[in-house]
């Protein structure tokens, strides 16, 4: 018992070692990280200085009796003398965590430092020594515990190196008897006590890294929640409204004592701290953002000097500064700033970076997704702008021939002609119309076939007039009664359309019907999502229509088909009666 407690008084020793190495990001990174020379020689370095420790700090045995502790630290024993030590707790570590040669080496190290301390052990102890890096490290690379992190395997692999410690000893060390003695006294202390060691060595390193992985992911959640605020903001780009709101976000959220945004040219939002003197519509005052803006680098600054604050009373004594990035070139900068140096904690500095990476990707898919819109309202507007051509000759082609017979019903279509034009043309210029508008296209557009075609089909309107002054995407009424009157009366002599305009709830609903031909199931499924190539046409004016309004409206427009072959055909649009994401 009295050399369990002493036992247990070195292996305290080993749980200091463990906690300081579990605090230094150096020996952490190198534990776990791919090992090349370099690593391998640092763990062969440290655990080696450790085994030696535990060498000189071994318990001093003597024909059975334990030596009173008049000495902490022995460096040399006498012929009759003999060490309880923790040596093989640093060679079994090393093996486990460094792999077959960082065991061997530290092994060999710690066994030829244990021989030059003497003892009748010595021979014994230093070739058992040995033999524990070869067993350890090449346990440890075969049930993979370093990757596992099972400390039950690193325990059961200590046992074994220390029980095999204990047969060398009664092979090797002479006389007999007194090596017996010897084992007799220390094996069960030396095995449990190493073993613990072990024990607490990987659950002190679990501990930490456990810690380390919650603060990653506190951190990460942190950061993707102010993502997830800013982000609506930074796809505007960076501008004074969406980064003074950004700005105020980062702020309540890291619990910093300011927070600035700064473009390339001057300050865009500041709050906290400073206010006073840290003014936007100016130029960038602080050098060490301009460094920031011209490096690309992140840099920071622990002393008022470093800031390099023009204002002599600025209370600002730290900051943080990171640049904000758009396919690799810097934009701005996000700035961090405290009153007191010692707040700019690693944790801050972590999460910084993390939002600057974060905030420089939302900026990035901003400016793509501004330019995805800029190619999109190009082809828009190009779909917009063509006009069948034989709908034009026609058309010239029925006025002419009324101008001999009835010159006012020429006059008049052509003025309806001339609506239908501008119409297109209007069009092809906006984005968004006036509900009103888009109905007069489509009666300039009716008047003109009626007149072609008289007494073929009937149009009812059911209108809500409350609702002319709703902006829509123009061309989305005009083409589902052409389409209507192309396909649904093609074989036809007569038929009638249905065109309504209506609210409901915060919905306005835009509704064609007819009684025409219908469709089967396969082509209602496909019109509007793709181009498609067939006999009755190629479904572009609707799949435009399709594409359009999801683009302005996103999820809260609906485009909705159903037709009934020889019954007919319904086509809905609705659109949310609120501002669009366009505006």
């Known amino acids: 018992m009295e050399l369990f407690l002493f036992m247990l ?33 640092w763990l062969i370095i440290i655990f080696s200085s450790l085994c030696i420790i535990s060498s000189y700090t071994g318990i001093k ?45 530290v092994g060999i190290i710690a066994g030829i430092h244990r021989i030059t301390l003497g003892g009748f052990t010595a021979i014994a102890c230093g070739v058992s020594t040995i033999l524990a890096g070869f067993i350890t490290g090449g346990l440890s690379k075969r049930f993979k515990i370093r990757q596992t992190f099972s400390y039950k395997k690193a325990v059961i692999i200590g046992i074994c190196a220390e029980t095999i410690q204990m047969l060398v000893i009664l092979v090797v060390a002479k006389p007999f008897e007194q090596a017996l003695q010897l084992v007799s006294l220390i094996a069960m202390p030396m095995i449990l006590m190493n073993a613990f060691g072990i024990f607490l060595f990987f659950m002190i390193i679990k501990t930490f890294i456990d810690e380390e992985e919650r603060t990653k992911a506190l951190q990460t959640h942190q950061a993707f929640s102010i993502a997830q605020q ?18 105020e976000i980062i702020k309540r959220e890291i ?20 206010e006073d003197h840290h003014l936007i519509h100016r130029e960038i005052m602080t050098a060490l953002t301009k460094r920031v803006l ?58 910084a970076e993390g939002l600057s990476r974060l905030f420089s990707s939302q900026l990035e898919y901003a400016e793509i997704e501004q330019q995805r819109k800029l190619l999109k309202d190009a082809e828009i507007k190009a779909l917009q702008a063509q006009v069948h051509p034989h709908f034009f000759f026609n058309s010239l082609n029925t006025i002419s021939s009324l101008i001999r017979t009835d010159a006012d019903e020429a006059r008049a279509l052509l003025i309806k002609l001339s609506t ?92 064609t019907e ?18 498609m190539q067939s006999e009755q046409g190629t479904g572009t004016a609707l799949w435009n229509i399709y594409q359009r309004i999801h683009e302005i409206y996103g999820s809260e427009a609906d485009f909705h088909i159903t037709s009934t072959l020889d019954v007919g055909t319904k086509i809905m649009i609705q659109l949310p009666l609120k501002a669009t994401r366009w505006e």
């Open 420 to 511: 239908f034009f501008r119409s297109n043309l209007q069009g092809a210029r906006q984005m968004l119309i006036p509900l009103k508008n888009e109905i007069d296209h489509v009666e300039a557009y009716l008047s003109i076939e009626q007149t072609r075609f008289p007494n073929r089909y009937e149009v009812e309107f059911i209108m809500d007039e409350t609702l002319f002054d709703v902006q829509i995407p123009p061309f989305t009424l005009q083409p589902l009664v052409e389409n209507a009157i192309y396909h649904a009366f093609k074989n036809r002599n007569e038929g009638k359309i249905y065109v309504k305009v209506q609210r409901v709830n915060d919905k306005l609903v835009l509704l």
């Open 9 to 41: 008084e070195r292996v305290g020793l080993i749980i200091v070692f463990a906690f300081l190495m579990s605090r230094w990001r150096l020996f952490r990174e190198k534990l776990f990280q791919e090992q090349g020379t370099k690593e391998k020689i």
């Open 294 to 351: 011209e490096e690309g680098k992140i840099l920071m600054a622990t002393s008022q000097k470093e800031i390099q604050c023009p204002h002599a009373s600025c209370p600002l004594s730290a900051a943080i500064v990171l640049p904000l990035k758009v396919q690799h070139r810097t934009v701005g900068s996000l700035k961090l700033y405290f009153t007191k140096a010692d707040s700019l904690t690693g944790v801050k500095k972590e999460l």
């Open 61 to 105: 045995i003597e024909s059975g009796t334990i030596h009173p502790l008049n000495q902490m630290i022995h460096s040399t024993i006498n012929a009759e003398e003999a060490i309880a030590n923790t040596r093989l707790i640093g060679v079994a570590i090393a093996g486990i965590f460094g792999g077959p040669l960082v065991g061997v080496c």
């Open 514 to 531: 007819d009684n025409g031909c219908g469709m089967r199931k396969e082509q209602v499924k496909q019109l509007g999502k793709r181009i």
């Open 255 to 274: 619990k910093v004592d300011a927070v600035a945004i700064t473009d390339k040219n001057g300050v865009l939002a500041h709050v906290g701290v400073g």
């Open 230 to 247: 800013t982000i609506e903001h930074f796809r505007k780009g960076l501008n004074e409204e969406s980064c003074q709101t950004v700005a």
